[in-house]
């Protein structure tokens, strides 16, 4: 076997085609998704910093130190403390679930912040340490609510529907 482009293997063997990012434009990545656009929202975090990265799909070989962003470290409307999973529906809302702050938030395919909801608890309806993030045929949101060893379902705008 001859490797002619070492730098292009992976640690399982597998060659790829470029890398997204570099360590001073995308810090620390936990996630990512993509919108019907043709961006990739990168979600990144570490102690004391969360944010999205946004990068578009048609400009992916461009090196930048600029990359559009939304969201910043915080608990209050908009900002994200620990999140873990970023997705985006067919209308182009996107979700994040923060497991420090014990809820989910909802932006606009504008990047623009639209809701949160989700309190820490036990009860239905409330969260523990929310991660995975999915949705289910009918568009509902599926939610790992990891510290309660449990699944939820929501509905886009929050609305429990059950477990």
Do not use: C
Not at 54 to 67: G, K, N
Request: aromatic content about 10%; proline content about 5%; glycine content about 12%.
């Amino acid at each position: 076997m001859t490797i002619t482009r070492p730098h292009g293997l992976l640690r399982a063997g597998y060659p790829y085609l470029r890398t997204l990012g570099m360590r001073r434009v995308t810090n620390f990545p936990a996630d990512i998704a993509f919108s019907g656009t043709g961006d990739a929202y990168i979600l990144m975090r570490s102690a004391g910093a969360a944010t999205v990265r946004v990068w578009p799909l048609d400009d992916m070989d461009r090196l930048t130190d600029e990359l559009i962003g939304f969201g910043a470290y915080g608990a209050e409307d908009g900002q994200l403390t620990w999140p873990v999973q970023i997705i985006t529906n067919s209308a182009g809302d996107i979700f994040i679930s923060d497991e420090a702050t014990h809820r989910i938030s909802r932006f606009n395919q504008d990047r623009e912040f639209v809701s949160k909801w989700g309190v820490e608890g036990d009860s239905d309806g409330e969260l523990n340490g929310p991660t995975g993030i999915a949705f289910d045929p009918d568009g509902n949101l599926v939610v790992v609510d990891s510290k309660n060893h449990r699944v939820q379902r929501f509905a886009p705008d929050g609305e429990y529907l059950g477990g």
